[in-house]
C-alpha cells in the first residue's frame, strides 16, 4: 500500500506570499488531518478534512485554509505569508480521523523569507 | 486550555542504559498514541492505549496508560542506535474530537 504523498517537499517563499501545499493520504482513508511543526512550539494541529468536510479546526489565524477533494486528496492554503510561518507542514491520514493511528506524509519544508 | 505535558524534553543515555518518557493530560483522555520521528523524517506510529491500566509491549518498548486514562509513559529497555529520535505522545478527546500532541522527547544514544 502505497503511503501518504505530500507535494512540494520544499518551499521557499517571500513574505506577503501565498502557498499551496498539496497531500494525498492512504488509499481507502477518508480523513485528512494537516499539522504546523516547529522547533520552538512542537506539532500543532491545525485541520482535519473526513470526506470532503472540515471536521475540526485548530487555534491558527484564517490565512490558514484547506479543503479535501471527493478522491480524499487535499490541499493547504496560507495566504500572506508571514516570517513565522516558517515550519515542516506535515499531513496524516487516517481510517476513521483524530481518534485512530495516524499516518504521516514526509512533510513539506516551507521557508518564507 | 486542555494541555499534553512530556518530560523530558532531552535524554542522553549510553547505548544499553534504558529511557522513560512521560506524558501527562490536564483532561482525562479517551486514548493517548505514541509516535517516534527519526532525525529528519516524520511521526511514525507506534501504538495506541485505550484502557484505564493498560499495558502493552513491543519487542523493549512498553507503553502504560494510567489509571485516570490522564498520564501514560513510553520504557525502552537496553537502548540501541536504532532508538534514536523524538518520541511524541498525542491525546486524543474523544467528547471534543480534538487532538493534542505533546511537545515531544529527544533521546540521544551516546556509544
Known amino acids: 500500500k502505497a503511503g501518504v504523498t505530500q507535494t512540494p517537499r520544499y518551499l521557499i517563499k517571500t513574505r506577503g506570499q501565498q502557498v499551496t501545499l498539496s497531500c494525498s493520504p492512504i488509499?481507502?482513508?477518508?480523513?485528512v488531518s494537516w499539522y504546523q511543526q516547529t522547533p520552538g512550539q512542537g506539532l500543532q494541529f491545525l485541520f482535519e478534512?473526513?470526506?470532503?468536510?472540515?471536521?475540526n479546526k485548530g487555534n491558527f489565524p484564517g490565512r490558514f485554509s484547506g479543503r479535501q477533494f471527493s478522491n480524499s486528496r487535499s490541499e493547504m492554503n496560507v495566504s500572506t505569508l508571514e516570517l513565522g510561518d516558517s515550519a515542516l507542514y506535515l499531513c496524516?491520514?487516517?481510517?476513521?480521523?483524530?481518534?485512530?493511528?495516524?499516518?504521516f506524509g514526509p512533510g513539506t519544508r516551507l521557508t518564507v523569507t | 486550555g486542555q494541555q499534553v505535558m512530556q518530560i523530558p524534553q532531552y535524554q542522553h543515555v549510553q547505548e544499553g542504559e534504558d529511557f522513560t518518557t512521560y506524558c501527562n493530560s490536564s483532561?482525562?483522555?479517551?486514548?493517548i498514541q505514541w509516535y517516534k520521528q527519526r532525525p529528519g523524517g516524520h511521526p511514525v506510529f507506534l501504538i495506541q492505549?485505550?484502557?484505564?491500566?493498560e499495558v502493552k509491549k513491543q519487542k523493549r518498548l512498553t507503553f502504560q496508560f494510567g489509571e485516570a486514562k490522564k498520564n501514560s509513559s513510553l520504557h525502552i529497555t537496553a537502548t540501541q542506535t536504532t532508538d534514536v529520535g523524538t518520541y511524541f505522545c498525542?491525546?486524543?478527546?474523544?467528547?471534543?474530537?480534538?487532538?493534542?500532541f505533546g511537545k515531544g522527547t529527544r533521546l540521544h544514544i551516546l556509544p
Open positions: 496524516a491520514s487516517s481510517f476513521g480521523g483524530l481518534g485512530y493511528e495516524q499516518y
Open positions: 488509499s481507502g482513508h477518508r480523513s
Open positions: 478534512y473526513f470526506s470532503e468536510t472540515q471536521r
Open positions: 483532561t482525562t483522555l479517551s486514548n
Open positions: 492505549l485505550v484502557k484505564s491500566g
Open positions: 498525542a491525546g486524543y478527546m474523544n467528547r471534543d474530537d480534538k487532538i493534542i
